[in-house]
């Protein structure tokens, strides 16, 4: 079963997402910011990471680009999850190694496709 790591500071947010994918056969694992989410993706080694990218403490693109300096990290896919990518945004995405981005509220059938054809 493939694991996937969401990490979202919204509780309803990682509530649907953990809802999706576990319905669709995947093996959930959840981080409430991105210092959970660095310890528990060590832990875990997820076969994808869905990572908010503006959280409290350790934001997204911080600990995307932290995870892709890691050996260990450095194939697994990480899609952005954003309510918006402000000016300049997705550039600094795109250095801090994300694979994809998905914005909020996130389309079921966009999320699906995304997570598919990464794992």
């Known amino acids: 079963m493939k694991k996937i790591l969401i990490a979202d500071d919204q509780p309803a947010a990682r509530e649907l997402l953990r809802s999706i994918l576990g319905n669709s ?30 959280m409290p403490g350790v934001d997204g693109l911080t600990l995307c680009s932290r995870l892709r300096e890691d050996p260990r990290f450095v194939d697994t896919p990480i899609i952005a999850l954003t309510a918006g990518l402000m000016g300049g945004e997705k550039e ?28």
């Open 25 to 54: 056969g995947y093996e959930v694992f959840e981080a409430v910011d991105g210092t959970d989410a660095a310890a528990k993706a060590i832990d875990v080694q997820p076969d994808l990471i869905l990572l908010d990218i503006h």
């Open 92 to 119: 600094r995405a795109i250095e801090a190694g994300f694979s994809e981005f998905l914005s909020k509220p996130i389309s079921l059938s966009a999320l699906r496709k995304a997570v598919a054809r990464l794992v």
